[in-house]
């Protein structure tokens, strides 16, 4: 059973997909503990329904931005995960917390990476007529969104779609690739060293099936 920590800041939807794969039968990760950097975050409560440890690590009860990140590591380190899983997290790690768990630090982000990283993706997408969209798994690394790609889904984007349906499109496609992922790395059909991505045939295959993306390796 691969041990994870979820980080999550806000609703938690990616969160509840990954809850769910966890308690199937079949499950091959656990869920050692939720942090958020907010109080309000709602996939809090979401956890504690579900049991797991939750620790709420606020920016306003530091001094410093150093200080807040540390904390931030500190209690990461403390659940010993083998994985470290950002599901809406929104801070940019340190470069202490990156190098400390380097190639086991996931993230996902509503775009097709490189496309769009940062902030306001959906908007963007329309902006540029985009047809199509989707998200991205990446290993994180201490850029912005610049990680290795993991996998990716894909999104048809409607015509006259707005950008609140857009996202709803495209979170529907994040809850499947994300468990999936995280299932993967479990069962070592996807391994990461060096800042790699390794993929198993098998692995590749179940892709196809479930029209993911995986990029192409030598
Ligand atoms: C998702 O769209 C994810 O791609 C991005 O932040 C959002 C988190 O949503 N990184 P939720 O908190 O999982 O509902």
């Known amino acids: 059973m691969l ?10 939807t990616n969160l509840k997909a990954l809850i769910e794969a966890a ?11 939720v942090i958020s950097n907010s109080p309000n975050a709602a996939g809090l409560a ?43 997290f929104m801070m940019v790690l340190h470069e202490s917390f990156v190098n400390a768990f380097a190639g086991r630090i996931i993230n996902i982000h509503p775009s097709l990476l490189p496309l769009y990283p940062g902030l306001h993706t959906h908007e963007r997408a329309l902006a ?3 047809k199509i ?28 779609v707005t950008p609140e349906t857009l996202k709803s499109l495209v979170q529907k496609r994040e809850w499947e ?25 098998k692995v590749r295959v179940a892709a196809r099936d479930k029209n993911f993306i995986l990029p192409v390796t030598a």
């Open 23 to 33: 308690e199937l039968e079949s499950a091959q990760f656990v869920i050692k503990a």
């Open 46 to 88: 979401l956890a504690h329904n579900h049991k797991i440890a939750t620790t709420v690590i606020e920016r306003s009860s530091f001094g410093t931005l150093k200080e807040h990140k540390d904390a931030v590591l500190a209690s990461v380190e403390s659940y010993r995960p083998e994985l470290v899983v950002l599901a809406g």
């Open 133 to 160: 969209h989707g998200c991205t798994v990446h290993i994180v690394d201490t850029g912005v969104d610049t990680g290795a790609i993991v996998a990716q889904a894909k999104v048809d984007v409607p015509s006259d």
């Open 177 to 201: 690739l994300y468990p999936w992922v995280v299932t993967c790395i479990a069962t070592q059909e996807i391994t990461i060293a060096d800042g790699s991505v390794s993929y198993s045939e």
């Open 128 to 130: 540029d007529r985009a």
């Open 3 to 12: 041990s994870i920590v979820v980080l999550i800041s806000g609703s938690g």
